[in-house]
């Protein structure tokens, strides 16, 4: 999913887990950028 974002709006996520995905895309983007 890192690399194909159109694979997770595929998805039919709810508010909670989209809440949740975001957080952790969040915390990798940012262990990256160290």
């Excluded at 996520?13 to 989209?18: A, C, G, V």
């Amino acid at each position: 999913w890192l690399r194909r974002p159109e694979l997770l709006n595929a998805l039919a996520l709810t508010k909670e887990q989209r809440k949740l995905l975001e957080e952790f895309q969040q915390e990798h983007q940012a262990l990256q950028q160290r």
